[in-house]
């Protein structure tokens, strides 16, 4: 027989154990379909929000970049054939963000036909926001994680490749980065550059990486102890070889999967911060954004009736914690799926 | 373990030195006018800038900068902070208590809630009890500081008027300041008891039951998550079945010979929880309105007032190091089996 015909045939993903046991837990399954929810949300924002759009005036920004009039938002916008539809959907200008605003009153508006959600202080619509805010979640989300993702996957590389001293000071320094909290370092770097939802995205990347390091070089290490290694090194293949076919690739999945989970902390935490008020500027698409005067809503009204303008802070935080919970659902099944011992 | 505890206090100004080295040199992102900014306090030095650039090398090479910058900050300079119209290191001295007391009461509990929740849980492995902490895990690290202290703040203290928003009532607040009560600590349960006024002390404990509610809820669940599947772990290994053979009771099963190993990776995840710890502090601060390190520093970063900023960050850069060294030590003692070599 044919030597290539004995190998062994790979199972497909979709069969493995891995996946039965995570199909099988309802968790799961409640977890994918609100983060499919949202996926929707993300991507339909322009034809949601087409409404929105055409009747307040101060939308005009995100119109003009789009290259449409008033008049035709409703039919461009809900229309997969015409070729606007595809721009705001999958390429809209940075202008759609900006929350368009129903005069400028500092008294929010409660839900009504026109604005579904309200208005919040300021004049700003609720449910544009929220619906916005979705693909903004997983833009920050999406490149936090990316990026510390690769600087964790190459310091944590190098500290388990390496070993020996190298090792040593990259675990140090990130035993320093694990515990130095994340805020502190977001207000120094919105002292120097000033605040913005990049600053916010550039501090959590740059402290973000310490734990994947840690996390890999673990696996490395792991990995680096079994007999396949070995049998490669027996074999004569040099050090690198070793590292780059049979090493890294054996060592990386578990990492990949686990840190995609984290984009929910993410989001959390960088909500927390434009909250805070380093963050996204106010009347950007951004749900902590949206909370920030939560307070002055609930401390500002009469003694006894702090919901009198609940739907400016109710909505986006809902949504927040849906958020972290679909992310968090799917990475509690996920962590079980993939331990042998459950 | 007297020598590993010295050998890691003179590793202390070590680590502190190269903290102070990147913190320095984040700063060189600034111009020399805008650093030389720290230092002025009227108007009449914002108009002679030069004069203070003079005056403290900032015109002059990195290393002479940095070695005037470090002797400033060694002598209690920290610059002063155009938040608080005061010197870094005066407000720095009058919030810290403050923030202090927060922390400790929003700590304790919260271990002892999530050590407690989750050993219930896994003694009482998918009983009623168990799955409840396994939901109330997940939502609970679902639930951001902030908007579960909103919502807090919402229903607790503006709905039915339970518990009071900032440090203490009011009519205490003003005693502190005429001087009928006197401070001694800064903290306002401590000194409630100092002066011989428990309705002080009772009325700051009734202030902090939202701050610490808040923070119970959203970490206690990691600290839920990790106990509960290392306490599996260890209930399922060979000495705990031996000292179950043997006819101990249950409880001393579980207690002295499951939970004492089980706690170990909580300890290590503590570098974690006291960074995260350092932040809800901040959170919680600037939501119910307590004037700690929080409510002063994030509006400071907002204003770009940087001295205080980074005087912020020297801070918590000292109390961090600190902690691990802590941490450390209390490993040893909570596992015997690690050695100080």
Not at chain 1, 36 to 41: D, E, G, I, K
Not at chain 1, 156 to 179: C, H, W
Not at chain 2, 160 to 170: Q, S, T, V
Not at chain 2, 296 to 321: E, K, R
Request: with cysteine; net charge positive; aromatic share 12%.
């Amino acid at each position: 027989m044919n030597p290539q015909e004995m190998k062994p045939e790979r199972e497909p993903w979709y069969r493995s154990k891995t996946f039965k046991r995570f199909r099988r837990n309802p968790l799961a399954i409640v977890g994918t379909l609100l983060l499919l929810a949202f996926v929707l949300v993300a991507f339909m924002a322009p034809a949601i929000t087409a409404p929105q759009l055409a009747s307040i005036p101060a939308a005009r920004p995100c119109l003009r970049d789009l290259g449409i009039k008033r008049s035709e938002v409703m039919d461009t916008l809900r229309n997969p054939l015409s070729p606007v539809f595809w721009k705001a959907t999958l390429a809209p200008p940075e202008s759609c963000y900006n929350i368009p605003r129903d005069g400028f009153s500092p008294l929010p508006k409660p839900p009504s036909e026109k604005h579904p959600m309200g208005v919040s202080g300021g004049g700003y619509d609720v449910m544009y926001g929220l619906v916005w805010g979705t693909r903004t979640a997983f833009y920050v989300g999406f490149l936090v994680v990316g990026i510390t993702l690769s600087i964790g996957i190459v310091v944590g590389g190098l500290a388990g490749f390496i070993g020996g001293a190298v090792d040593n000071f990259i675990m140090r320094v990130t035993d320093v980065m694990l515990s130095f909290p994340r805020l502190v370092f977001v207000m120094i770097i919105a002292v120097i550059f000033g605040s913005g939802l990049t600053t916010v995205m550039l501090a959590m990347a740059v402290v973000g990486w310490a734990g994947y390091a840690r996390f890999f070089r673990g696996d490395i290490l792991r990995t680096k102890a079994q007999e396949f290694v070995d049998a490669a090194r027996a074999l004569g293949a040099s050090p690198m070889r070793v590292f780059a076919k049979h090493v890294f690739p054996n060592a990386i999945g578990t990492l990949l999967i686990l840190a995609s989970m984290d984009v929910g902390s993410i989001v959390l935490a960088a909500s927390g911060f434009s909250f805070l008020g380093l963050g996204a500027p106010v009347g950007y698409a951004d749900w902590g954004q949206m909370i920030s005067f939560a307070r002055d809503y609930i401390l500002g009204s009469a003694l006894g009736t702090p919901f009198d303008y609940w739907y400016v802070w109710v909505y986006p935080s809902l949504m927040l914690v849906l958020f972290g919970l679909a992310w968090n659902l799917l990475g509690d099944a996920v962590r079980d799926a993939l331990d042998p011992k459950s | 373990m007297t020598t590993f505890i010295a050998r890691r206090l003179l590793q202390l100004p070590v680590v502190l030195l190269a903290l102070s080295l990147l913190i320095f040199g984040m700063m060189q992102f600034l111009t020399p006018e805008q650093r030389a900014a720290t230092y002025v306090r009227t108007e009449q030095q914002a108009k002679n800038i030069d004069l203070i650039i003079r005056q403290y090398n900032l015109d002059k090479g990195f290393w002479a900068q940095y070695t005037t910058w470090l002797n400033q900050v060694l002598h209690g300079n920290l610059g002063y902070s155009k938040q608080s119209h005061e010197p870094v290191l005066t407000t720095i001295r009058k919030r810290l208590p403050v923030s202090t007391e927060l922390a400790i009461f929003m700590f304790f509990p919260t271990l002892a809630f999530g050590i407690w929740m989750g050993t219930l849980a896994a003694t009482h492995r998918d009983k009623l009890i168990d799955q409840f902490v396994r939901v109330f895990a997940i939502a609970g690290w679902s639930l951001p500081t902030f908007v579960l202290g909103i919502w807090l703040l919402a229903v607790l203290y503006g709905y039915f008027h339970c518990c009071g928003i900032g440090r203490a009532d009011d009519k205490y607040l003003i005693e502190f300041a005429k001087g009928t009560l006197k401070t001694y600590t800064g903290m306002i349960t401590i000194d409630g008891l100092l002066n011989g006024r428990p309705d002080v002390t009772l009325s700051g404990l009734k202030h902090l039951v939202m701050p610490v509610l808040t923070y119970m809820v959203v970490a206690s669940a990691q600290i839920m998550r990790v106990l509960r599947s290392s306490m599996l772990d260890v209930l399922n290994s060979d000495y705990v079945r031996t000292a179950r053979a043997k006819g101990l009771p249950e409880r001393v099963v579980n207690l002295k010979h499951a939970r004492r190993n089980a706690i170990i990776p909580i300890v290590t995840i503590a570098g974690l929880m006291f960074a995260f710890m350092l932040e809800g502090v901040f959170f919680i601060e600037i939501i119910f309105n307590i004037p700690g390190l929080g409510q002063w520093a994030v509006p400071a970063a907002i204003q770009l007032d940087f001295p205080a900023v980074i005087g912020i960050a020297l801070l918590t850069g000292v109390i961090v190091s600190i902690a691990n060294l802590v941490v450390d030590i209390l490993y040893g003692i909570i596992d015997p089996r690690i050695s100080f070599q």
